[in-house]
């Protein structure tokens, strides 16, 4: 029985996990090929397979100028928050992870319970502050600033182990060596740490591509990002529900290419930060 285990689990773990992917992966393969059909087939058959296939849906998605204004937005505004969270992110942790201050945990604890604070709750607030105070409203920044705020927290959290595992006696050397502490973060911290800086820069990449609620609110017209997009689209061509699987499976590839490609690393990093 043990043995069993150890070589790839019990049957019942294979059923679950087979059940998992396919309510996981079902919607994502049913819209993908949704997109190659008619809305005649759909109606016809709407569990089948294309019948002929049909290119014509993605064809017009991809010819749409709309399209690509939404996936620049989207491009845009995910580039800048996650520059924003892996460089702020690096700039908070490495203190917290390797200067000794009188309320280092208190201030490491203030980012452990920003995981706990939902954007649905200040998202009032935070909407007057951008659109009054600073006068974002409709802009690329009042969108990536607020994402990398809240994407802050989580960041912290996994890079702080990388920095804290780093031995001191390098850090020591380094100075031997006249590298000033902002030289060892830069040159050396840095790059030793990357496994969890890819993490945290995929994290704040596929959130932000994936954000909805803050957008919806802040922006307007051809600002808009690649879910509204999703959304007016669906809207706009309710009849035309092959056309709505087009628009959307297209919009869920950037994100997913970028997530599959680095998975490892995520993974990885994700277990550097726990044995930290």
């Known amino acids: 029985m043990t043995r069993r285990r150890q070589d790839g689990g019990t049957p019942l773990v294979w059923l679950a996990s087979l059940v998992v992917v396919a309510l996981t992966l079902g919607p994502v393969l ?6 190659f059909r008619t809305n005649a087939q759909l109606a016809a058959d709407p569990a089948g397979l294309p019948r002929p296939w049909v290119l014509d849906n993605y064809r017009a998605v991809l010819t749409s100028g709309t399209f690509w204004t939404y996936a620049l937005n989207s491009t845009v505004i995910a580039t800048v928050t996650t520059l924003v969270t892996v460089v702020l992110g690096l700039m908070a942790a490495y203190p917290l992870a390797r200067f000794h201050f009188r309320g280092r945990e208190v ?3 203030v980012f452990v319970l920003g995981l706990l604070f ?4 200040a998202i009032i607030p935070l909407f007057v502050l951008v659109t009054r105070d600073l006068q974002l409203g409709n802009t ?3 969108v990536a600033l607020p994402q990398a705020a809240f994407a802050l927290p989580v960041t912290v959290v996994i890079l ?9 006696e390098l850090e020591e050397a380094a100075a031997l060596d006249g590298v000033s502490r ?3 973060f ?4 840095v790059p030793l740490s990357m496994p969890g800086v890819v993490t945290v820069g995929v994290l704040a990449f596929v959130g932000s591509w994936n954000a909805y609620l803050l957008p919806l609110l802040l922006l307007q017209g051809d600002r808009k990002t690649l879910p509204l997009g999703v959304a007016d689209f669906s809207t706009q061509y309710s009849s035309d529900t092959a056309g709505v699987f087009a628009f959307t499976t297209l919009a869920m590839i950037p994100a997913l290419a970028f997530f599959l490609v680095l998975q490892r690393r995520i993974v990885g990093g994700l277990q550097g930060a726990v044995k930290g």
Do not use: C, D, N, Q
């Open 182 to 184: 902002i030289g060892f």
């Open 30 to 35: 049913y819209a993908v090929l949704g997109g």
């Open 118 to 121: 939902p954007l649905t709750v």
């Open 186 to 189: 830069w040159r050396i911290a």
């Open 140 to 142: 690329w920044w009042g």
């Open 107 to 109: 201030v490491y604890l």
């Open 160 to 168: 702080r182990p990388f920095l804290m595992a780093l031995p001191l």
